[in-house]
């Protein structure tokens, strides 16, 4: 395997599968994982078929479950290396903390944290030997600033951020670069068919409707502003190209690197008056 090797979970949609495309165009080699293989079509359908066989192979992983671990170790020791780890899978969680069940906490965390980690810890002996290697792993603006009404998927990210801090330190002394993509909205399903709401939070019985209200009306209005996610893609594009990955976060989205640095900045009391205000409490 002379391309350089690009491995994406969660290619099925959203950044992850526009970043499928655009590396096999780069002339990678991808390895693309997905839960259904159904949905490769998703990506055939955009690539020239008589080129598929030289730029990616599909391998059927759930990160939530190690035993389907299997299809993609096989793919890593017939190529032999892995330059890039992109790991992008994952899901939004909605709803308040007191009506969101234990187990919906733990499934966001399986997916958006705990598999991460499962890929990495498959991918990093092959970096480690090779003395070099890449690994960028999708966070949000809610890995850095919390909102009402999506604990979970901020406790998650949060949970990511942390632990990428770590890796990057541990891993550093090996030649390998971590890296932190911090999108803020963009086009992509993570807030439509990528999104879950706590059930209780939905109901008119919930002390917590009227609130709840008010924020999924915001996040539809606000849909028309999100950014175009190839400007993701690109930075992904540009990272794994990169000779040497200086910083640890990447803040990337319109008004994301202000929200980040405001929250820094003010006084909790100030910053807790502004969130509040933006979903009209």
Partial sequence: MNKPVVIITGSSSGFGLLAAIEFSKQGYFVIATMRD???????????????MEDHIRFAEVDV?????LDSLKNILHDVGHVDVLINNAGFATGGFAEEVSLQEYKSQFETNFFGV???????LPFM??????????????SGQIGFPGLSPYVSSKFALEGWSECLRLEVNPFGIDVALIEPGSFQTNIWSSGKKVAEKSLLPSSPYHQIMKKIEAKLEKDKEKYGDPMEVVRLLVNLAEAPKLTKL??????????????????PWKIWEKFVLRAIGR
């Fill in 37 to 51: 293989l159904h949905k490769q079509e998703h990506i055939l359908q955009r690539i020239e078929l008589n080129t």
């Fill in 64 to 68: 939530t479950n190690s035993n389907s």
């Fill in 117 to 123: 980690i499962e890929i990495t810890k498959l991918v």
């Fill in 128 to 141: 480690r030997k090779q003395g070099n290697g890449k690994i960028l792993n999708l966070s949000s603006i």
């Fill in 249 to 266: 976060r990447y803040p990337i989205g319109q008004g994301v690197k202000t929200g980040i640095l405001l929250k820094s900045m003010v």
